[in-house]
């Protein structure tokens, strides 16, 4: 629990109190003292009674004005010329009063805001890129492979081996999914925001999976709480997110634990979301976790741009969760990943409530 703080008014005036009081008092013995001297020697003794006054006033009074004010001033001054220079990495420091302290936070909290509106430019600026990458390759791309597609044709047709023709048929189809896997990352949702039932949407998600054989046979453990709040969003949004994070998670492990939980968030003082305007905020809390090999913490930050993936060769194109990142931001939300329970993975994120 963070200690209660003085004001800077108030530890002025009382330390300034003690002193003129402590002065007083010595003013007072010494005129009670200077009625048994002379009078020569009660004026000497008054005048240096005075002068020590000043010189303890003085001395005291920087001492006073330095702890409380010059030195709060000197080490938020540093901390904004490290942050001006770019190192955003720095923060200012606890002060002893509630002003600086404010202050403090303040800068603290303006630096946050500056790291995730750079973040977000940065994010913004990829996924341009990537449009504008997508948007070509599927011009120069998409035609040479409806080419291979026919020529392929042609080869089964003439007797070619069917393994060859298979392998090539597997592999222009998979160049197919990676262009539309960035014209998918790329492209914004057309679809109107609305409004997403959390419980309904990942029970249809179950369901889906369920009956397309994904899910059957495996560990999955549901723990979703009653009463959450809807969130806004486009219909489709939530369910591409739990679709894309299901599948990596059963890639993960396919013979272990997966869990899903949601439940109604009103901001957890224990953990600072990235993104400060979503502390307090109400929505729901949204898990997908699994027992797997977990991500490493050097690949957490990255984990989430296109075409980085842990999947050998052939297995995925990374695109994935970039996916989910985009879908997840366009809902207002934050998503991160965290080490699970079960010992894998557990992406968590924070959608607010329409």
């Given at each position: 629990?963070?200690?209660r ?65 010059l ?15 770019g ?23 303006m ?38 597609r ?8 003439r007797?070619v ?30 679809e ?14 179950v ?7 994904l ?43 997966i869990?899903?939980?949601a ?15 979503l ?18 913490e050097?690949?957490r ?33 934050v ?20």
């Amino acid at each position: 629990m963070t200690p209660r703080r003085s004001t800077l008014a108030r530890e002025l005036l009382w330390n300034l109190s003690l002193l003129v009081g402590a002065a007083l008092s010595l003013a007072v013995v010494t005129t009670l003292a200077a009625q048994a001297l002379s009078p020569r020697w009660a004026v000497i003794a008054l005048l240096g009674m005075i002068a020590a006054d000043l010189v303890v006033l003085f001395v005291f009074g920087r001492y006073l004005i330095g702890r409380l004010v010059l030195s709060p001033l000197d080490r938020l001054s540093r901390t904004a010329d490290e942050l001006a220079a770019g190192n955003l990495a720095v923060r200012a420091p606890d002060a002893e009063t509630t002003e600086f302290m404010h202050l403090a936070e303040r800068l603290n909290g303006m630096t946050e805001t500056l790291l995730d509106t750079q973040a977000e430019l940065v994010r913004a600026e990829k996924l341009a890129g990537v449009g504008r990458l997508a948007a070509g390759i599927a011009h120069e791309v998409g035609n040479p492979l409806a080419a291979i597609r026919t020529y392929t044709d042609v080869l089964a047709r003439r007797g070619v081996d069917p393994e060859v023709t298979r392998q090539i048929t597997d592999e222009t189809d998979r160049i197919d999914r990676i262009v539309r896997g960035l014209l998918d990352y790329a492209r914004p949702s057309r679809e109107g925001e609305g409004v997403v039932e959390v419980a309904r949407t990942i029970e249809r998600v179950v369901d889906l999976l369920t009956a397309q054989g994904l899910l059957r046979d495996k560990d999955l453990r549901l723990h979703v709480a009653s009463g959450l709040p809807v969130v806004r969003g486009p219909a489709h949004g939530l369910e591409q997110v739990l679709v894309n994070l299901l599948l990596n998670a059963l890639d993960a492990t396919p013979h272990g634990a997966i869990v899903i939980e949601a439940q109604e968030w009103t901001g957890d003082p224990r953990r600072r979301l990235r993104r400060a305007e979503l502390e307090g905020v109400r929505g729901v809390l949204l898990l997908v976790a699994d027992s797997g090999p977990g991500v490493p913490e050097a690949d957490r930050e990255r984990i989430f741009d296109p075409f980085v993936t842990s999947k050998n060769p052939g297995r995925g194109t990374g695109l994935g969760l970039a996916i989910v990142h985009r879908a997840v931001h366009e809902m207002g939300g934050v998503i991160w990943v965290e080490d699970a329970r079960e010992g894998g993975a557990a992406f968590k994120m924070v959608l607010p409530a329409a």
